[in-house]
Structure formats: structure tokens, C-alpha cells
């Protein structure tokens, strides 16, 4: 069940609470909460924030238990950081680290003070980051294998009145973290239950659920990718009992009238990656499930979009399928016609997710995008290069490498700038077809990129590499263990940016 999130004008010590959390800027020692607990339960508080040497920097914390001497059970104190840093993604990690603490503690209630700065969005950052800490995935789980005390209640605690303005903040970023967590229950979902055809019909599911909102979907299925053409998707999936799909949502603000921006966002939905004939070693195989990270962010993301109602016209494109070997499965050396027309060598079909992305962009161009990006877990260079927690971009323009770049830096996701080294269009040439789909190992996820690059035209492109991050081994940050749903919250202000100024 999702938290219910309520405000309430209290000062911390008198909000009663399994939990408070209190985020503290650095200088605890003189903050106003360490003399009220100090006043209230002696000098035990100046000796508990002693040996936990906390000074209120960012990531260290103390939990100070009460005794009864306040209301709250224990007070959890979180480093912010300096007060000229603070910003709207460090609010969100605060609320997101009281939450998992508290989830951790089997609490079922937490109070959470926010920050007394100057903000616009405060509230909407700590729901957003309340949300991401308290998830859990219990899908399967039966009897006694749930979380039997869940954390249910989590109260914003304000020093000023709630006003309208806030209560509206509040209930956005709950809805917002909720969309944003569509992301990580689809990752999550296991290959058996979640494959092309049902993804598919969540994407309808959440279109009818959006209708009023200005959200459409339209899906292909595989006779009708063959029919229009897109045959490297088709290739992909045809080694699979699960047929591929091809899914459309649209959504556009109701009654609107004006030119509105178009932009254009791209997932790889391969439900589960085997490598096909090229396939892969067992062991981690079973980490293929998530390689659909890139269209479950695409579906979160136009969920997010019907909530925050955005003045643009947005696409949300996935082209999904199951890489399996079997006897119709697709082969190194194979060609296909792509849908934009290029016909393309087969290397290694492991490398399947650049095909699909290839037939999804050449459709997304035939939109006419102000904006087209793709997001993918397309290569395991890009691990290599960056790790587990930090995505990699590409794009074509200059000024939208920056845009992009203070997107994710707004957001406070980890995204860096790659390359595209025009010298490596050399590794795509093929003896037999116009392009080779990947050329040797070495800058893997450059060749990646600009075998993707092959397919957009001239329109403004970004490609981002979410390998690394989409899935996590444990708990960081704002991420939860499993599916994570990296990319969203940048691609929300990427959308921000693009329309701000717009007339």
C-alpha cells in the first residue's frame, strides 16, 4: 500500500510519532532542536551527537532515543549540508533517507520537519523523496514474507500555516513519486509476468487511467511492425513465443489550441535479454528482466507528465521485445531493412537493443520533435566507463548537452557527458549492408551511440545510457534496491527547461 502524506503546523519535539526526522544544516551544536532535546532529556543528546561525530554535513545522521521526555519516540537528525548549497534534490534526499530509516525501524508513523528555508517546491521535494524512501515491492510476497509493520503515515511538519499552496505541493510530489514508481515495480516484475503484450496493456491501462488528462495510446503489434516496416525490431523478437510490440502514448493538454513543443522520449522495452544465439552466461542472467529499465521510465515519465500538466505536446515510444534463441530466432550475419530504410548487418545479437531503438527513433522523427531522446540500458561499457551509479548522454547539439546537463544536475542525478568521436563510424562500415549494428569492443558505447545516431536525421537527439544505474545491488541515495527509475526526475526537468520562456 502507498504512504498517505499529510501536513500538519507543528514544531518537531511536539509531533507525535513512531519517528521525527529533522534535517540540520552543518553546525548542529547551535541549532535550536539540539537545545530542545538537550533541555528535555539532559546532556545524553551532546554525548550521542559526540560519538556519532555529527556535525549536520550531508549523508551523516543520529538517532537520539527519547524516553518519553517528547512526544516523539526518536529523533533522527540528518545532515543537509551548508545552508548556501541547500537545495531542492538535497530536501528530496533528506525525506527519502528519514523514510527508508524509518521503514528499516518498522515504524508506521514519521514526522518529517522541513527545512526552514526559502524554497519553491519544498514541500514537493520532501513528498517526492517521502515516496522514494518508503517503497517496497511485495508483489509476491505472501504471509509472512511482508513487511509486517509497514511505515503507513508520514506528516510533513511545518513552522508556518498550511496553506493551500503548500497542501498542493505536498499532494503533486506524492503523485509524482507514485508515477516515478511505476519505473521500479515494472524493472521489479519478473519476465513471466511481464513481457511485451503486458506491457503493452499497462501502457492502455495507464493511458484510460490518464484519458482526462490528455493521455492516448496506440499499440502495434507484431503483424502490423511487419506490415509499416519496422524489421529490425521484428528481427529482434522473432525468436520468442512473446511477440514484439510497438507503443505509442501521447499526451497533449486538454483544450489547447496554441503551438505547442513536441518532444519525443524513447525506451528499450526488451522484456528479457538472453543474447539470443549469442547468448549470455547464466550466472546474472536472471538481472535481464530489467532490461526493459529504459520503457519502464518512459511509461513512468508520461505518468508524471499527466500530473504535472505540462504546456507541450509529449510522446512517450517503446519498442519491446523478448531476445530469445530458438529456431526462427535472428542470426550474426543476417541483414534487415530498417524502418528508416538502411539495411543492417547482424554482428552479435546481443547486442539487440540498439536495433530496437533504431526502428523507434526513425518513427520518432517522422514527428517532427522539437526534442527526441532515448533512454536505454544499452551497453555494458557504459559500467565499465561509469560505474553502476552514473549515467552516460550523447547528443547532437551542443546547447542541448548543457540544457541537459543542469536538467540532471536541477534534478540531482548523476549524468555524464560522452562523446560522439566521428573517427568510430569507421567500426559500422559492413562488406554487405549499409551498417554494421556494432563494431569492436573497444568504445562500445560510443559505437552504440552512433549506430543510433544513424537513424535521427536532423533532429535535436540526446541518447542516455541508463546500464548502470537503473538497477541497484542495495539501497542509495533515493534509489531503492532493485529497479530504480534513474532518469526520470531529470527527464521532468529537461521538460522544465525546454518549455521555459516558451510563449
Wanted: charged content about 25%; glycine content about 10%; overall charge neutral.
Amino acid at each position: 500500500m502507498p504512504i498517505k502524506i499529510a501536513l500538519s503546523r507543528a514544531r518537531p519535539l511536539s509531533f507525535s510519532a513512531d519517528l521525527v526526522a529533522v534535517g540540520m544544516l552543518e553546525g548542529a551544536k547551535r541549532s535550536s532542536i539540539v537545545r530542545e532535546l538537550s533541555d528535555a532529556i539532559g546532556p545524553s543528546v551532546a554525548k550521542t551527537i559526540k560519538r556519532a561525530e555529527f556535525t549536520g554535513k550531508p549523508g551523516q545522521s543520529c538517532e537520539v532515543a527519547t524516553g518519553g521526555a517528547v512526544r516523539a519516540a526518536r529523533v533522527l537528525l540528518v545532515g543537509l549540508g551548508k545552508a548556501d548549497n541547500l537545495d531542492y534534490a538535497d530536501v528530496r534526499r533528506f525525506a527519502a533517507n528519514a523514510a527508508r530509516r524509518a521503514a528499516q525501524s518498522r515504524c508506521e508513523s514519521l514526522g518529517i520537519a522541513l527545512p526552514e528555508v526559502e524554497m519553491e517546491g519544498l514541500a514537493r521535494a520532501a513528498a517526492e523523496g517521502a515516496v522514494f524512501g518508503s517503497y517496497r515491492y511485495e508483489r509476491f510476497k505472501t504471509n509472512d514474507s511482508r513487511v509486517k509493520y509497514p511505515l503507513e503515515r508520514v506528516t510533513l511538519l511545518t513552522s508556518d500555516k498550511v496553506s493551500d499552496g503548500l497542501r498542493r505541493d505536498a499532494e503533486l510530489g506524492e503523485r509524482v513519486g507514485q508515477a516515478i514508481c511505476i519505473a521500479r515495480d515494472l524493472i521489479n516484475d519478473p519476465p513471466n509476468e511481464l513481457y511485451p503484450d503486458a506491457l503493452a496493456k499497462f501502457a492502455t491501462a495507464l493511458a484510460k487511467k490518464y484519458k482526462s488528462a490528455g493521455l492516448s495510446c496506440t499499440v502495434l503489434d507484431d503483424k502490423q511492425l511487419t506490415q509499416k516496416g519496422m524489421l529490425l525490431l521484428e528481427a529482434v523478437g522473432r525468436g520468442s513465443v512473446r511477440r514484439p510490440r510497438f507503443i505509442h502514448l501521447k499526451y497533449r493538454p486538454n483544450n489547447s489550441k496554441k503551438k505547442l513543443k513536441r518532444l519525443v522520449f524513447v525506451g528499450k522495452g526488451l522484456t528479457f535479454d538472453t543474447g539470443g544465439i549469442c547468448i549470455k552466461p547464466a550466472p546474472g542472467m536472471e538481472e535481464m528482466k530489467g532490461d526493459m529499465g529504459g520503457a519502464a521510465n518512459i511509461l513512468a515519465l508520461m505518468a508524471a507528465v499527466a500530473e504535472t500538466k505540462p504546456e507541450a505536446e509529449i510522446h512517450g515510444l517503446v519498442a519491446s521485445a523478448e531476445n530469445m534463441p530458438d529456431g526462427n530466432a535472428y542470426r550474426p550475419g543476417d541483414i534487415f531493412k530498417s524502418y528508416q530504410g538502411k539495411t543492417v548487418e547482424i554482428i552479435n545479437t546481443d547486442a539487440e537493443g540498439r536495433l530496437a531503438l533504431a526502428d523507434a527513433l526513425a518513427y520518432g522523427v517522422e514527428l517532427e520533435p522539437d526534442l527526441l531522446l532515448d533512454n536505454a540500458t544499452l551497453t555494458g561499457a557504459m559500467v565499465v566507463a561509469l560505474g553502476p551509479a552514473v549515467s552516460g548522454f550523447y547528443t547532437n547539439r551542443d546547447e542541448l548537452a548543457r540544457t541537459f546537463k543542469d536538467a540532471a544536475d536541477e534534478a540531482g542525478e548523476a549524468m555524464w557527458h560522452m562523446p560522439l568521436v566521428d573517427d568510430y563510424r569507421e567500426k559500422l562500415k559492413s562488406d554487405w549492408a549499409d551498417l554494421k549494428h556494432m563494431g569492436d569492443r573497444w568504445g562500445g558505447s560510443i559505437t552504440a551511440a552512433l549506430f543510433l545516431r544513424e537513424f535521427v536525421g536532423n533532429a535535436p537527439w540526446i541518447h542516455v545510457d541508463i546500464a548502470g544505474p537503473s538497477m541497484a545491488d542495495k539501497h542509495y541515495d533515493i534509489y531503492s534496491k532493485g529497479g530504480t527509475g534513474a532518469g526520470v526526475l531529470t527527464y521532468l526537468k529537461l521538460i522544465d527547461r525546454m518549455l521555459a520562456g516558451q510563449k
